[in-house]
């Protein structure tokens, strides 16, 4: 069986509708009214990277609320973020509608984040014996760089998604300049203010990275502060040493999600555009250039 010949494609569907509406004008409506842009940019993305990946197995992923085990730990986690516009709340039930047709799974599990879902079917799937390639608009999955046969891809151009970013593990280590299993030590690090999570004060992307790439892991460099310069840092790094570990905590996506243990991820079933249920959601909802 060969490993690089059974792709598993997961789709970050929470991230990709939010990128979609933000960057897709939402004058793109159904012939009812109900705005439509998030769906158009998730389907456009679908249909492009499937002809690149052609998969064995495909799941969409989704968020199942906004509290997660992270609030209960800390109690500011992601509590700036406004409530979704109410043009794209139906979206999202839509776009599962839509993943249901074209014969996508669609997975979500309470009490944790989509990233820690697609984390765990990406692990289940690469124990499989499968490669995985995830689309995703959230750097955090990242860190999943440091299991050999998964990649991550961005969507790169505009919001139709069409171009896409493309990173595996020697990439990241070019870039970052060390390896990804030390990413969530640099995002503690540095913070991360979409999630609202400060990281240490003084210590940004340049400086993250000088103090992982000089000592390594958070370990290494709470237990060399003497040599850490300037005194500035060093002096920040002791008073935050519990709260860093804490956002390493945060930051680190669990891999044991239970329901992805629930997919057959060697069950062949390819994205069906000419399945007869697609094309009544495509003409309910206007998406006449996806009708063949």
């Known amino acids: 069986m060969n490993l690089f010949e059974q792709p598993v494609l997961l789709f970050d569907a929470t991230g990709l509708i939010f990128r979609a509406y ?11 009214g109900t705005v439509t842009n998030a769906v158009h940019g998730v389907l456009g993305s679908i249909v492009k990277i499937e002809s690149e990946v052609n998969p064995t197995a495909s799941a969409m992923i989704f968020d199942a609320g906004r509290k997660t ?4 730990i800390f109690e500011d986690y992601k509590s700036q973020r406004p409530e979704p ?5 139906p979206q999202f039930s839509l776009t599962i509608e839509m993943a249901r047709t074209l014969g996508v799974p669609t997975l979500v599990e309470e009490g944790v984040e989509a990233d820690d879902l697609i984390a765990s079917c990406a692990i289940e799937a690469v124990l499989r014996g499968h490669t995985v390639t995830i689309l995703t608009s959230d750097r955090d999955l990242l860190q999943l760089l440091d299991t050999d046969g998964i990649e991550i891809w961005f969507p790169k151009r505009g919001g139709q998604n069409r171009v896409f970013d493309k990173w595996n593990r020697t990439r990241f280590i070019k870039k970052y300049g060390f ?3 030390l990413f969530v030590d640099y995002k503690a690090l540095r913070g991360d203010p979409s999630d609202n999570i400060p990281g240490v004060k003084g210590v940004g992307e340049k400086t993250a990275n000088k103090l992982i790439t000089e000592f390594g892991g958070l370990e290494s460099i709470l237990g060399r502060l003497d040599a850490v310069t300037p005194a500035r840092i060093r002096d920040e790094l002791d008073r935050a040493r519990d709260k860093v570990l804490l956002f390493r905590e945060l930051v680190t996506l669990r891999r044991d999600c239970p329901v992805a243990k629930t997919v057959d991820w060697d069950e062949h079933h390819p994205i069906r555009l000419d399945n007869p249920d697609f094309r009544k959601f495509a003409e309910k909802l206007g998406l006449k250039r996806y009708l063949r």
């Open 179 to 181: 390896p990804p299993e």
């Open 69 to 72: 085990f992270r609030n209960e």
């Open 85 to 89: 516009p109410d043009d794209l709340r």
């Open 22 to 32: 933000y960057s897709i004008p939402t004058t793109l409506t159904a012939p009812d």
